[in-house]
């Protein structure tokens, strides 16, 4: 989600924040929960938008999505999804031959 100004509002920028100060992986649920203020299910409604942001910060080349260890094309990318990251010239895993 944006601001009236294009800029992604303040939960999208913690959620960036968050998968940016990646030491290993996260999990874009764990990223969620890290935002999320209360001791609730109310994470879940970040969920959508921890998605959305792993997927700016690939198109920025700060980090890449990963499925099973493997790096994968954030707009294909169903499920759960885990972002490290960006290490210099990772190519997107293809199906194995």
Same mark, same amino acid.
């Given at each position: 989600?944006? =601001? ?13 924040? =968050? ?38 910060? &690939?198109?920025?080349?700060? &980090? ?27 190519? &997107? ?5």
């Amino acid at each position: 989600m944006t =601001t009236s100004t294009g800029r992604p509002a303040m939960t999208d920028q913690r959620l960036e924040q =968050t998968h940016c100060g990646l030491t290993m992986t996260i999990c874009s649920t764990d990223a969620a929960r890290a935002v999320y203020a209360g001791n609730d299910e109310g994470w879940r409604t970040a969920a959508e938008p921890a998605h959305r942001a792993a997927r700016r910060l &690939v198109t920025a080349g700060e &980090v890449e999505i990963t499925q099973s260890a493997r790096t994968v094309e954030s707009a294909g990318a169903r499920g759960p999804l885990r972002m490290r990251r960006r290490r210099a010239a990772t190519p &997107v895993d293809g199906p194995s031959a």
